[in-house]
């Protein structure tokens, strides 16, 4: 079965300092792998997406994710964090031309403090 | 295109009473998710649908809940009788066969 891995609840970073949020995969065929904010009272915004090729995959905010295959993770980066970045992050994970549906994680809250 | 609408985006109601939560997914997806957030449980699938048809309501809590798309351009999730422990906030959102979902803005759902 396919699943979804956020092994830290929340995360703390000074501003101006990098940020990664972790995720971890396992699924059987090849993934397709998201990452979704949703800021206080606000549906969930799509970040980024790997589907193939770069394994260093750029988004919005200055936000980026490594594609390891290996190690079946794809974790959120961003070079120096802002206040506003705090949030609720999702990974997600959909497998290729196999299953209609996707595989949310139970989220990361990241603060940023000032 | 102006995203997934859902409404309302607030609804107040008491016990006992019907629900019904509204969802226009983007022009051209094919499929639509119902989810349910809430701070015990995350966010949770409800039911999702592939062109028009339920393909897995094995989310749907109770019998209380059902969900319906006459079109392609509209979806209904309707709670009843409504209980206080149904309180959260409801999401659709919309995808094609290969793409990431687009979520709309939720309706949070009070029953007192």
């Known amino acids: 079965a396919q699943s979804v891995a956020q092994p830290e609840d929340q995360v703390n970073v000074a501003e101006g300092n990098p940020l990664t949020v972790k995720c971890t995969y396992s699924?059987?065929?090849?993934?397709?792998l998201f990452w979704y904010v949703q800021y206080p009272n606000r549906g969930l915004q799509f970040l980024l997406k790997?589907?193939?090729?770069?394994?260093l995959v750029k988004g919005s905010y200055g936000f980026e994710a490594e594609f390891n295959k290996s190690q079946t993770s794809f974790h959120l980066k961003k070079p120096s964090a802002l206040v506003s970045d705090s949030a609720l992050y999702f990974c997600?994970?959909?497998?290729?031309?196999?299953?209609?549906?996707?595989?949310f994680g139970k989220g990361t809250r990241l603060h940023i403090l000032p | 295109d102006a995203g997934v609408i859902q409404s309302p985006r607030h609804e107040v109601t008491e016990m006992g009473q019907e629900v019904t939560l509204r969802c226009k997914p983007i022009?051209?997806?094919?499929?639509l998710f119902w989810y349910r957030q809430t701070m015990m449980r995350g966010l949770e699938l409800l039911i999702y649908?592939?062109?028009?048809?339920?393909?897995?309501d094995s989310g749907m809590p109770e019998d209380r809940f059902s969900a319906k798309m006459p079109n392609a351009s509209f979806s209904t999730l309707k709670i009843q009788p409504s209980e206080p422990r149904d309180s959260a906030v409801y999401f659709c959102?919309?995808?094609?066969?290969?793409?990431?979902?687009?979520f709309g803005s939720g309706t949070r759902l009070t029953v007192v």
């Open positions: 959102a919309s995808s094609s066969r290969t793409g990431g979902y687009t």
């Open positions: 699924v059987s065929g090849n993934p397709y």
């Open positions: 790997y589907i193939t090729g770069d394994n």
């Open positions: 997600a994970v959909r497998v290729w031309n196999r299953d209609d549906k996707i595989i």
């Open positions: 022009s051209g997806h094919d499929y």
């Open positions: 649908f592939n062109n028009n048809v339920p393909i897995d």
